[in-house]
């Protein structure tokens, strides 16, 4: 995990293997874009996806700082507390059979404010792994936009019969985006 690098979670390992893409060795938090700043791993996009008039794209937690005010050989609470705009987010992940991250979000200004949040993994690709989920065909990119509360869950499976399930509460977190780059 990186902590001064938007908290970033750098590596997740089932029985030896790799989950998240590495990377093409690009790591600038001062980049203007995400891509640029260097896409790998695990970050969180808050409070923003795209880019607006004063936030930049993908949020500005990827590119700052996080707290890491509890720390354990199984649990890690972290926070990342805004520049731009007023709020915070609070992750925390614990290990034990599976891997959980739980999160709240919280707006500490004094006017309402629209805001996003995405967990934004990600995973590396390998042709001929499983989606579970409407995808682009082999070979293409795509941004998959799901009907609002139409999953709970996702599953990834790749050749080595690795595999991840997450899900999420849908009445808290209806929308369900997903992008594959694997042109």
Known sequence: MRPE???RITSLKLRGEELLDQGIGVD???AEDFVEGGAWGWDEMVPNVEATDTLPDHGEAWRMSWEVPYLSRHSVFMRATGRLVPWILDRTIELTDQLRL???YRNVGTEALPAYWCAHPLFKYEPGMAV???????GSSAK???APGSIDRMTLRWR???GVEMSWDMAVTPY????????
């Open 132 to 138: 579970g989920a409407p995808a682009p065909g082999e």
């Open 176 to 183: 369900v985006a997903i992008w594959v780059c694997n042109g």
């Open 5 to 7: 690098r938007g908290g």
């Open 28 to 30: 600038d938090p001062a």
């Open 144 to 146: 998959v936009h799901l």
């Open 160 to 162: 080595s019969g690795a």
């Open 102 to 104: 739980s999160y709240v």
